[in-house]
């Protein structure tokens, strides 16, 4: 078969049915290894637009055919095993066409290309979410219903045990019983009925005990995400809005050092059915040239290569600090267990065996490669908020200054650069303390949360938005004057003044203040970053939530 990589959902969906229809008429194993792939490949897709609902009943479909997989000798399936698949198949498609929200097909296209990092255009996620509580907990599903309003969802508030609504299915359900037992089978049962008609809609359990035994019972029930009682309100909100979030990174590059075109046909086409970009090579001898200029997120080695072999290739790139942690996966024919430990010992991350099978392979290549952009990208982004860290921040915006080259003298034309403009703000969220010692830390935490998601919902994805520290936040905004950066700094720090934040016992609201500088008034990094942090401090004491410009004078220049 020689199908081109799926774009869409609905590619990979048609991909999946017409997979499974070749098996049911022919029976051939290989078809069968096909309509595996293509379940693995919706189930990655589906997860990479954040629709965890659908990838649960994709995963159990998968689940279902690996552990049908088997040999060759055992295909084709027997009728009961087909009929048990398709009926899996067939509630796959419904969970999928329910969740589409029924948009004509001129109103979801989009015209002209769209921007790179944009969601499929072709997929509208639903916005609603339904807030089922028990008459005790009222209160906090009205913050919650508040808080999430504000941020654009749309909310329904139902009581416990009520009738599940008709119409259009929610992106999220989230169950506030009064207290975080699981109090009688009728609860689970009301949990079950609501996740068997919103298959796709991610369900929340608010305040469960952190106990094995009741969220095991709650998952089973249908719950996905159960919330300890500790961390409830300060959670749920970050986890709803990290779902319509999509994430839609660099493609997965891999390089492939095989001296066989015929492996390197079956790799290369089995990565490319997972929207994995490769580049194969066959003399191990240019291997630094291509690693530099390809720069692979992993490296599929053969063992047995004319020259050296994969063990002595491996050992040299480990001596190389740019490729001490880039993922090594193994490929060879041979079984020797001994053989196999002792090259993952001299510096490989793991062993598949040929022939290998194409979902394994790329379930190994996938995890290593998410694994170790993880790593890299958790030193560069703070755990709290998913913004640029102290450390990142500053060098983003130093490399920002640098591109704008030196302000030309007076009286001199300058080039473009010289003449482009920057403006750097500090934000300080006010009596923060207060805030962690009344509600607590969790709370603390989300009110931080909340102000990193304005700022990315509201700047570009152009502009530096980092967590400088504790309560502090470093944005930079190019190509923006003094003047128009305050108009939106300010526009922002009015929307977080109305901002509701919710916890137990209700909501609480937060301020901001922030001071503003800008290049080339202020020419270096460090200055700017000073100059912000002064108008900043002139903020505080003018009365906290406002903004304040940085001016070459000793008022605003005290630190």
């Given at each position: 078969m020689?199908?081109?990589?799926p774009s869409s959902?609905?590619d990979r969906?048609?991909m999946?049915?017409t997979?499974?229809?070749?098996y049911v008429?022919?029976g051939r194993?290989e078809?069968f290894i096909?309509f595996?792939?293509?379940?693995?490949?919706?189930?990655?897709h589906l997860?990479?637009m954040?629709l965890p609902?659908l990838?649960?009943?994709?995963?159990?479909?998968?689940?279902?055919a690996?552990?049908?997989?088997g040999?060759?000798?055992?295909?084709?399936?027997?009728?009961?095993?087909?009929?048990a698949?398709?009926?899996?198949?067939?509630?796959l498609?419904g969970?999928?066409?329910s969740a589409?929200p029924?948009?004509?097909?001129r109103?979801?296209r989009?015209?002209g290309?769209?921007a790179a990092?944009?969601p499929?255009?072709?997929?509208?996620k639903p916005r609603?979410v339904w807030l089922?509580?028990?008459?005790a907990?009222?209160?906090?599903?009205?913050?919650?219903?508040?808080?999430?309003?504000?941020?654009?969802?749309?909310?329904?508030e139902?009581a416990w045990g009520d009738a599940?609504p008709?119409?259009?299915?929610?992106?999220?359900?989230?169950?506030?019983?009064?207290?975080g037992?699981?109090?009688?089978?009728?609860?689970?049962?009301?949990i079950t009925t609501?996740r068997?008609t919103?298959?796709?809609s991610?369900l929340f359990?608010?305040?469960?005990d952190?106990a094995i035994?009741p969220i095991?019972a709650?998952?089973r029930?249908?719950i996905?995400v159960?919330?300890?009682?500790e961390?409830?309100?300060?959670?749920?909100?970050d986890?709803?809005l990290?779902?319509?979030?999509?994430i839609e990174?660099?493609?997965?590059r891999?390089?492939v050092?095989?001296?066989?075109?015929v492996?390197?046909?079956?790799?290369q086409?089995?990565?490319a059915?997972?929207g994995i970009?490769?580049?194969?090579?066959r003399?191990?001898g240019?291997l630094?040239?291509?690693l530099?200029s390809?720069r692979?997120?992993?490296?599929l080695?053969?063992m047995?290569m004319p020259?050296?072999?994969?063990?002595?290739?491996?050992r040299?790139?480990?001596q190389?600090?740019?490729?001490?942690?880039l993922?090594i996966v193994?490929l060879?024919?041979?079984?020797?267990v001994?053989m196999q430990?002792?090259?993952l010992?001299?510096?490989?991350?793991?062993?598949?065996?040929?022939?290998?099978n194409?979902?394994?392979?790329a379930?190994?290549?996938?995890?290593?490669?998410e694994?170790f952009r993880?790593t890299?990208?958790?030193?560069r982004?703070?755990?709290l908020?998913g913004?640029l860290?102290?450390?990142a921040?500053k060098?983003?915006l130093?490399?920002?200054?640098?591109q704008?080259g030196?302000?030309p003298?007076d009286g001199?034309p300058?080039?473009?650069a010289?003449?482009g403009?920057?403006?750097v703000?500090?934000l300080?969220?006010?009596?923060?303390?207060?805030i962690n010692d009344?509600?607590g830390?969790?709370v603390?935490?989300q009110v931080i949360?909340?102000?990193?998601w304005?700022?990315?919902?509201?700047?570009?994805s152009s502009?530096l938005?980092?967590?400088?520290g504790?309560?502090?936040?470093?944005?930079?905004l190019?190509g923006?004057?003094?003047?128009?950066a305050?108009?939106?700094?300010?526009r922002?720090?009015s929307?977080?003044?109305?901002?509701?934040h919710a916890h137990p016992?209700?909501?609480?609201r937060?301020?901001?203040?922030?001071?503003?500088a800008?290049?080339?008034?202020?020419?270096?990094a460090?200055d700017?970053?000073e100059a912000a942090?002064?108008a900043?401090?002139?903020?505080?004491r003018?009365g906290?939530?406002?903004?304040e410009?940085?001016?070459?004078s000793?008022l605003h220049?005290?630190?």
């Amino acid at each position: 078969m020689t199908d081109s990589p799926p774009s869409s959902i609905d590619d990979r969906l048609y991909m999946l049915r017409t997979r499974w229809e070749f098996y049911v008429a022919e029976g051939r194993f290989e078809q069968f290894i096909e309509f595996a792939v293509a379940v693995n490949s919706l189930a990655e897709h589906l997860n990479r637009m954040r629709l965890p609902g659908l990838v649960r009943v994709c995963e159990g479909l998968e689940n279902a055919a690996l552990a049908r997989l088997g040999q060759d000798d055992t295909h084709p399936l027997s009728e009961q095993d087909i009929a048990a698949l398709q009926r899996q198949l067939d509630t796959l498609m419904g969970a999928v066409a329910s969740a589409k929200p029924h948009v004509p097909d001129r109103e979801r296209r989009v015209e002209g290309a769209v921007a790179a990092g944009a969601p499929e255009v072709d997929w509208i996620k639903p916005r609603a979410v339904w807030l089922i509580s028990a008459p005790a907990q009222q209160e906090l599903a009205q913050a919650l219903g508040h808080q999430l309003r504000y941020f654009g969802f749309q909310t329904i508030e139902l009581a416990w045990g009520d009738a599940v609504p008709t119409g259009e299915r929610p992106l999220a359900v989230l169950f506030i019983p009064a207290n975080g037992e699981v109090r009688s089978e009728a609860d689970l049962s009301f949990i079950t009925t609501v996740r068997a008609t919103c298959p796709a809609s991610q369900l929340f359990y608010l305040g469960v005990d952190s106990a094995i035994e009741p969220i095991v019972a709650l998952m089973r029930a249908g719950i996905d995400v159960a919330i300890p009682a500790e961390e409830q309100s300060a959670r749920v909100l970050d986890r709803i809005l990290d779902l319509v979030q999509n994430i839609e990174q660099e493609k997965f590059r891999v390089l492939v050092v095989e001296d066989s075109r015929v492996a390197v046909a079956l790799i290369q086409r089995t990565l490319a059915e997972h929207g994995i970009d490769s580049h194969a090579i066959r003399d191990p001898g240019t291997l630094f040239d291509v690693l530099e200029s390809y720069r692979p997120d992993l490296v599929l080695m053969d063992m047995f290569m004319p020259r050296f072999n994969g063990v002595e290739a491996t050992r040299v790139l480990r001596q190389m600090s740019a490729y001490s942690t880039l993922p090594i996966v193994y490929l060879s024919g041979a079984t020797d267990v001994g053989m196999q430990v002792e090259a993952l010992r001299l510096g490989g991350d793991q062993f598949l065996t040929k022939p290998f099978n194409p979902v394994l392979l790329a379930a190994v290549v996938k995890t290593k490669i998410e694994r170790f952009r993880e790593t890299q990208r958790s030193t560069r982004l703070d755990g709290l908020t998913g913004l640029l860290n102290h450390t990142a921040a500053k060098s983003r915006l130093a490399s920002l200054v640098q591109q704008l080259g030196t302000p030309p003298a007076d009286g001199e034309p300058g080039t473009a650069a010289g003449q482009g403009a920057l403006t750097v703000a500090m934000l300080d969220i006010d009596h923060f303390k207060a805030i962690n010692d009344t509600y607590g830390h969790p709370v603390g935490d989300q009110v931080i949360r909340a102000l990193a998601w304005l700022l990315k919902g509201r700047l570009r994805s152009s502009d530096l938005i980092g967590r400088y520290g504790g309560e502090e936040f470093l944005i930079a905004l190019p190509g923006v004057s003094l003047e128009q950066a305050i108009a939106v700094i300010d526009r922002i720090r009015s929307d977080f003044a109305a901002l509701p934040h919710a916890h137990p016992g209700g909501a609480l609201r937060a301020t901001f203040s922030a001071g503003v500088a800008s290049f080339p008034m202020f020419d270096a990094a460090a200055d700017l970053t000073e100059a912000a942090d002064g108008a900043l401090l002139h903020a505080k004491r003018l009365g906290r939530n406002r903004v304040e410009a940085a001016l070459p004078s000793p008022l605003h220049s005290v630190a």
